[in-house]
């Protein structure tokens, strides 16, 4: 991590592929405060511990030797994750993965192999608020986005 950061955003990044690493940290690296996850267990490990310090993104890719992030996300025990934007990176290329990975609250998705510009401009939309999602806690089940009031909401939406 570099200590001359352009602002001072973290991005965790559950990656397991030491090329897609080596790319994050290139792009990456030089604008936010990132931290590296290869695993399913020490990603869970960091939410436990860290639950004061939460990271602004999540960067996830699906495939990973302990789970798949899908099952991770269907679970639910990290109620957390609920909280923290996160994008999938992943080269699963598949409608139902792609359906089931924006319904449960995923930003953006996007299919490796990616372009390097094209990460760094999702990953800065979305810190900057321009790509936003709402979190509804509690037993609300209406929301106000963007000046409309949407009703009705199920517990997931």
Known sequence: MNTQLVNNKSIWILEDDKNCQFVYEQVLN???KTVYFDSIA???????????NLPSL?????????????????????QELLTIPFIIFSSIDDIDALRFCFNEGALDYLTKPFRRNEILVKIENILSGRSTRTVI?????????????????????
């Open 58 to 78: 999540v960067v996830a890719d699906l495939v990973l030797p302990d789970g798949n992030f899908l099952n991770f996300l269907t679970e639910g025990k990290e």
């Open 42 to 52: 020490t990603f869970i490990e960091a939410l436990q511990n860290n639950r004061e």
């Open 30 to 32: 030089f604008r936010y």
């Open 137 to 157: 806690s509690g037993d609300s089940k209406d929301v106000t986005l963007d000046g409309v009031k949407i009703t009705g909401l199920t517990s997931k939406q």
